[in-house]
């Protein structure tokens, strides 16, 4: 039967034509209706009358319960109430280039027909969040892409700080500069910067050479040509930054991202000379950026959607706190705490002591107090936002020559080690007494001291007089919606200048704690109650005083189990049955008699879990060997692999593409490079496998390290073996974990001449190692708890499956399969085609069968030389080779198993 589609095609001068949907509500009602109030702030002095004359009718009753399907067709914009429109149809269809938001929660304003309901429902939750609350970011087609190269312009104390935060997260760096000495001195911030984060351990030395690797240093643009984003940090210098981007324009592809690192200026100056104003934004940094956690994402009215979804990617990429704010002078942060150094200025104007100003400030609980802080970012920064501030505020602007008077007096705080402190390397910052006759210049020239003679404050007056224009200030931000919410203020300050989360007398905290948990008790409207901590901190411990308040069940008198040597089996259950425990660190915990198939009988499998979390309970209840409660994995940064045959290069690709260094040992130069090839054809077949990219293979090799010798065993974490064992011993720090990745010799041989029988311990893999996913770990009597939770841990790392098995010839897996390898020669001998037992057993489900697999290959070498069983070509499948019948007929011959010489027949 024949239907009718009628399609409403809306006036021009209405929403729906010129490449439109419908822009949503025009918000500039609002000042005509605050208008009819003679500026009294109550809403029953407005005329109200003037809001449209709309009702949630047409969305709810008319649209989507009624009985004949609706469908939005959506060209262009469709924002506010225009996408709720939208989503009131029973369908919708839309141009890849349509534009969805519901802008008006970004102004306070919930959209009035169920929008925060409806959108959740159809795009899911984090994309909903995304359309409505992230500035700029509409489209719901929008994919973040890839950033993997990004190009730093200047090597200072910020371009230098911003490297290093792209190199420790694996992104490629092209670091420009004016001149090879700037060039240098840019390389030597970065390797300085990259020593203190191992010093800080929060890097490891091998990823510190890995991240230098990703470095390349430029002197002009011809590096630019393939990068993904370009930021900019130069000195704060209009005509300079307006240069530098009519020139990367040029060059840099259409998809690159041109971001600034300026903190004071207006973004459309420094881009009115491009014409890529879609593409230009801000990435502020905080001074040191590859350690301050805040990314502020600055947004013209031109900037595309894309270049903001891109850089909140990068920015969680490197592991900061991304924040989008508007457009202007200082964005948020430092227009927020401009008046910050200006209030401080002021007092030292007035008469106060610097270094008291610094110790009432970090007091409070900034980290470091206002001149320490100008002390570290560098005068030049501040020299050069001065007339920025000025033309901006006007008189809101203190106008000092502080600064100027001490480059005047050769300081130039931390960069040279003089400022209003004294910045000496490896020591903590010392106030400089020397620096008080610029101070008292100053003043002299400032003359606000009534009648010469400095002021007279209390430390809560100096803090006041610093932080209420800083409030003051961040009204003036939201007022001008530089930011969306307050919420994105405050997180901006907490991480990016550091601004205390929380101030509280301790002494109060229990009382209030009392008293706010018995009121949210009480209450009926409260379902649950969330206890949480401030600065990273729960709850400092447990008072011992308690003892006197606990409520007894059973026992009328605390009880507390002191541990010292070993408590297992029913001997840990005693201690858990007690009301605390204390122990020596040496203390050996566990329930052994799990891992006989014996139950607790006095209920530790459920007691253990309650006190210390149930996966270290699980490790201590199942793990043999690892009863330490205490105890913790190490960590391996490097491991030397002795043996670069078909397994040693296995386990030493394994342990490259998990970021582990390696070193290759071998008994010679042919040898080694042997070991070197099969390493690179490994990681080559990962990258044709999927699993692994071709980025990532020069950075494997770039960890590994070739050796004739033990020279380079000096400051590895552990030595995996496949035949010797005395000597290195010799080599090894008492720290060294020693594996063996032999498959079937009993580990008591192997270490008997030895006098570290506790490090010794099995690290069988399989073959290929770098693919089959077991690692069986191999424990004796006397292999330390230690060494059998690092091995673990590594295997984890190296995304094994650990299994820890005992000791024995064969182990648990070669023993339980050495006869799957004898029955398929024995039935070979019998006169079966090789070929087809591999078929059969292949059929059963088996990857390979054994004749493949490296198990049975008992005559040729195997896959190592590509002739065995099956003929091995570069890129293709193996090939059975009829070639080696002659080699199994003289096998048969000798067996003498075929009866009366003639093939046994089998099913």
Same mark, same amino acid.
């Given at each position: 039967?024949?239907?009718?589609?009628?399609?409403?095609?809306?006036?021009?001068?209405?929403?729906?034509?010129?490449?439109?949907?419908?822009?949503?509500?025009?918000?500039?009602?609002?000042?005509?209706?605050?208008?009819?109030?003679?500026?009294?702030?109550?809403?029953?002095?407005?005329?109200?009358?003037?809001?449209?004359?709309?009702?949630?009718?047409?969305?709810?009753?008319?649209?989507?319960?009624?009985?004949?399907?609706?469908?939005?067709?959506?060209?262009?914009?469709? $924002?506010?109430?225009?996408?709720?429109?939208?989503?009131?149809?029973?369908?919708?269809?839309?141009?890849?280039?349509?534009?969805?938001?519901?802008?008006?929660?970004?102004?306070?304003?919930?959209?009035?027909?169920?929008?925060? +309901?409806?959108?959740?429902?159809?795009?899911?939750?984090?994309?909903?969040?995304?359309?409505?609350?992230?500035?700029?970011?509409?489209?719901?087609?929008?994919?973040?892409?890839?950033?993997?190269?990004?190009?730093?312009?200047?090597?200072?104390?910020?371009?230098?700080?911003?490297?290093?935060?792209?190199?420790?997260?694996?992104?490629?760096?092209?670091?420009?500069?004016?001149?090879?000495?700037?060039?240098?001195?840019?390389?030597?911030?970065?390797?300085?910067?990259?020593?203190?984060?191992?010093?800080?351990?929060?890097?490891?030395?091998?990823?510190?050479?890995?991240?230098?690797?990703?470095?390349?240093?430029?002197?002009?643009?011809?590096?630019? /040509?393939?990068?993904?984003? *370009?930021?900019?940090?130069?000195?704060?210098?209009?005509?300079?930054? +307006?240069?530098?981007?009519?020139?990367?324009?040029?060059?840099?592809?259409?998809?690159?991202?041109?971001?600034?690192?300026?903190?004071?200026?207006?973004?459309?100056?420094?881009?009115?000379?491009?014409?890529?104003?879609?593409?230009?934004?801000?990435?502020?940094?905080?001074?040191?950026?590859?350690?301050?956690?805040?990314?502020?994402?600055?947004?013209?009215?031109?900037?595309?959607?894309?270049?903001?979804?891109?850089?909140?990617?990068?920015?969680?990429?490197?592991?900061?706190?991304?924040?989008? *704010?508007?457009?202007?002078?200082?964005?948020?942060?430092?227009?927020?705490?401009?008046?910050?150094?200006?209030?401080?200025?002021?007092?030292?104007?007035l008469g106060i002591d610097v270094f008291r100003i610094d110790r009432v400030i970090s007091s409070f609980g900034m980290p470091m107090g206002p001149f320490q802080l100008q002390d570290v970012a560098g005068y030049g920064v501040a020299m050069a936002v001065k007339d920025i501030y000025?033309?901006?505020?006007?008189?809101?602007?203190?106008?000092s020559n502080l600064v100027d008077l001490m480059i005047k007096d050769g300081r130039q705080g931390k960069i040279n080690g003089k400022g209003y402190y004294i910045y000496e390397k490896g020591g903590k910052p010392k106030p400089d007494p020397s620096v008080q006759h610029v101070i008292?210049?100053?003043? /002299?020239?400032? /003359?606000?001291?009534?009648?010469?003679?400095?002021?007279?404050?209390?430390?809560?007056?100096?803090?006041?007089?610093?932080?209420?224009?800083?409030?003051?200030?961040?009204?003036?931000?939201?007022?001008?919606?530089? *930011?969306?919410?307050?919420?994105?203020?405050?997180?901006?300050?907490?991480?990016?200048?550091?601004?205390?989360?929380?101030?509280?007398?301790?002494?109060?905290?229990?009382?209030?704690?009392?008293?706010?948990?018995?009121?949210?008790?009480?209450?009926?409207?409260?379902?649950?109650?969330?206890?949480?901590?401030?600065?990273?901190?729960?709850?400092?411990?447990?008072?011992?005083?308690?003892?006197?308040?606990?409520?007894?069940?059973?026992?009328?008198?605390?009880?507390?189990?002191?541990?010292?040597?070993?408590?297992?089996?029913?001997?840990?259950?005693?201690?858990?049955?007690?009301?605390?425990?204390?122990?020596?660190?040496?203390?050996?915990?566990?329930?052994?008699?799990?891992? $006989?198939?014996?139950?607790?009988?006095?209920?530790?499998?459920?007691?253990?879990?309650?006190?210390?979390?149930?996966?270290?309970?699980?490790?201590?209840?199942?793990?043999?060997?690892?009863?330490?409660?205490?105890?913790?994995?190490?960590?391996?940064?490097?491991?030397?692999?002795?043996?670069?045959?078909?397994?040693?290069?296995?386990?030493?690709?394994?342990?490259?593409?998990?970021?582990?260094?390696?070193?290759?040992?071998?008994?010679?130069?042919?040898?080694?490079?042997?070991?070197?090839?099969?390493?690179?054809?490994?990681?080559?077949?990962?990258?044709?496998?999927?699993?692994?990219?071709?980025?990532?293979?020069?950075?494997?090799?770039?960890?590994?390290?070739?050796?004739?010798?033990?020279?380079?065993?000096?400051?590895?974490?552990?030595?995996?073996?496949?035949?010797?064992?005395?000597?290195?011993?010799?080599?090894?720090?008492?720290?060294?974990?020693?594996?063996?990745?032999?498959?079937?010799?009993?580990?008591?041989?192997?270490?008997?001449?030895?006098?570290?029988?506790?490090?010794?311990i099995g690290a069988h893999f399989f073959s290929p190692a770098h693919i089959m996913p077991l690692l069986e770990i191999v424990r004796t009597e006397k292999t330390s708890p230690q060494a059998i939770l690092d091995l673990i841990t590594l295997g984890k790392i190296v995304k094994k499956?650990?299994?820890?098995?005992?000791?024995?010839?064969?182990?648990?897996?070669?023993?339980?399969?050495?006869?799957?390898?004898?029955?398929?020669?024995?039935?070979?001998?019998?006169?079966?085609?090789?070929?087809?037992?591999?078929?059969?057993?292949?059929?059963?489900?088996?990857?390979?069968?054994?004749?493949?697999?490296?198990?049975?290959?008992?005559?040729?070498?195997?896959?190592?030389?590509?002739?065995?069983?099956?003929?091995?070509?570069?890129?293709? /499948?193996?090939?059975?080779?009829?070639?080696?019948?002659?080699?199994?007929?003289?096998?048969?011959?000798?067996?003498?198993?075929?009866?009366?010489?003639?093939?046994?027949?089998?099913?």
């Amino acid at each position: 039967m024949p239907f009718l589609i009628l399609v409403v095609v809306l006036d021009s001068e209405l929403p729906g034509a010129g490449g439109k949907f419908c822009g949503g509500f025009d918000i500039n009602v609002f000042t005509k209706v605050h208008q009819t109030g003679n500026g009294m702030p109550f809403t029953l002095c407005w005329d109200v009358s003037l809001m449209p004359d709309v009702s949630v009718e047409l969305v709810s009753n008319l649209m989507e319960e009624g009985k004949k399907p609706s469908v939005a067709a959506i060209q262009g914009l469709a $924002l506010g109430g225009g996408l709720e429109l939208a989503m009131g149809c029973h369908g919708r269809i839309s141009t890849p280039e349509a534009q969805l938001g519901l802008p008006e929660l970004t102004l306070g304003i919930f959209p009035g027909f169920g929008g925060t +309901q409806r959108l959740p429902r159809l795009v899911g939750l984090p994309k909903a969040i995304e359309m409505m609350l992230v500035p700029g970011v509409t489209d719901i087609q929008l994919k973040p892409r890839q950033i993997r190269k990004v190009a730093v312009i200047g090597g200072g104390l910020m371009g230098s700080g911003i490297a290093t935060a792209l190199l420790v997260s694996n992104i490629s760096v092209v670091l420009k500069e004016v001149n090879p000495q700037f060039l240098q001195r840019g390389e030597k911030m970065i390797a300085g910067n990259l020593e203190g984060l191992v010093k800080r351990g929060s890097l490891t030395k091998d990823k510190m050479n890995k991240a230098m690797s990703l470095l390349k240093g430029a002197l002009d643009y011809s590096d630019f /040509k393939d990068v993904d984003m *370009v930021i900019e940090a130069v000195i704060e210098k209009i005509p300079l930054k +307006q240069s530098i981007f009519a020139d990367i324009e040029k060059i840099c592809p259409k998809h690159c991202i041109l971001a600034t690192n300026t903190s004071t200026i207006d973004l459309n100056v420094v881009g009115e000379k491009t014409n890529s104003q879609d593409r230009i934004i801000g990435a502020h940094f905080f001074s040191p950026a590859h350690i301050m956690p805040l990314l502020e994402i600055v947004r013209t009215e031109k900037t595309s959607p894309q270049a903001i979804l891109d850089l909140i990617t990068v920015g969680k990429i490197i592991k900061k706190v991304p924040v989008v *704010v508007g457009n202007c002078t200082g964005f948020a942060v430092n227009r927020t705490f401009f008046p910050y150094t200006q209030g401080s200025h002021l007092l030292v104007s007035l008469g106060i002591d610097v270094f008291r100003i610094d110790r009432v400030i970090s007091s409070f609980g900034m980290p470091m107090g206002p001149f320490q802080l100008q002390d570290v970012a560098g005068y030049g920064v501040a020299m050069a936002v001065k007339d920025i501030y000025a033309d901006a505020f006007g008189e809101r602007n203190l106008d000092s020559n502080l600064v100027d008077l001490m480059i005047k007096d050769g300081r130039q705080g931390k960069i040279n080690g003089k400022g209003y402190y004294i910045y000496e390397k490896g020591g903590k910052p010392k106030p400089d007494p020397s620096v008080q006759h610029v101070i008292e210049e100053y003043r /002299k020239g400032a /003359k606000a001291m009534p009648g010469g003679k400095p002021v007279s404050l209390t430390d809560q007056d100096i803090l006041e007089m610093i932080f209420f224009p800083v409030v003051n200030e961040a009204c003036r931000v939201m007022d001008e919606n530089v *930011v969306i919410r307050a919420s994105d203020l405050d997180i901006a300050s907490i991480l990016g200048m550091g601004f205390p989360k929380y101030s509280f007398a301790a002494s109060d905290f229990f009382d209030g704690l009392t008293e706010k948990y018995g009121e949210a008790m009480a209450r009926d409207d409260v379902k649950a109650i969330v206890l949480t901590g401030a600065a990273g901190k729960f709850c400092g411990g447990f008072d011992i005083n308690t003892f006197a308040q606990i409520h007894q069940t059973e026992g009328a008198k605390p009880s507390v189990a002191a541990i010292q040597g070993l408590a297992l089996g029913g001997g840990l259950e005693l201690t858990m049955a007690c009301h605390a425990r204390i122990s020596t660190p040496q203390a050996q915990l566990g329930l052994p008699e799990l891992t $006989l198939g014996i139950i607790p009988g006095s209920g530790g499998t459920q007691r253990l879990p309650r006190l210390i979390g149930l996966p270290k309970a699980i490790e201590m209840m199942l793990v043999p060997g690892v009863t330490n409660v205490q105890l913790k994995p190490r960590q391996i940064r490097k491991v030397a692999v002795i043996g670069g045959g078909l397994m040693g290069a296995g386990i030493a690709t394994a342990l490259l593409v998990s970021n582990i260094s390696v070193v290759l040992k071998e008994v010679n130069a042919q040898f080694l490079q042997r070991g070197q090839n099969m390493i690179a054809a490994n990681l080559e077949g990962l990258v044709k496998r999927g699993s692994l990219t071709k980025d990532r293979i020069n950075k494997a090799m770039s960890l590994l390290k070739c050796a004739l010798d033990y020279s380079e065993f000096k400051d590895v974490d552990m030595v995996i073996e496949q035949s010797i064992f005395s000597d290195i011993e010799k080599i090894c720090p008492p720290h060294w974990i020693l594996a063996t990745n032999t498959s079937t010799i009993d580990l008591n041989v192997i270490g008997e001449k030895t006098n570290s029988q506790d490090r010794i311990i099995g690290a069988h893999f399989f073959s290929p190692a770098h693919i089959m996913p077991l690692l069986e770990i191999v424990r004796t009597e006397k292999t330390s708890p230690q060494a059998i939770l690092d091995l673990i841990t590594l295997g984890k790392i190296v995304k094994k499956v650990p299994v820890v098995v005992g000791n024995c010839t064969g182990f648990a897996v070669n023993r339980a399969f050495f006869p799957y390898g004898q029955s398929a020669k024995l039935l070979v001998s019998l006169g079966i085609d090789v070929f087809r037992i591999d078929r059969v057993i292949s059929s059963f489900g088996m990857p390979m069968g054994p004749f493949q697999s490296e198990i049975s290959v008992f005559i040729f070498s195997g896959k190592s030389n590509g002739k065995g069983y099956y003929i091995y070509e570069k890129g293709r /499948k193996p090939k059975p080779d009829p070639s080696v019948q002659h080699v199994i007929e003289e096998y048969r011959k000798r067996a003498r198993t075929t009866p009366g010489g003639k093939v046994f027949i089998l099913m």
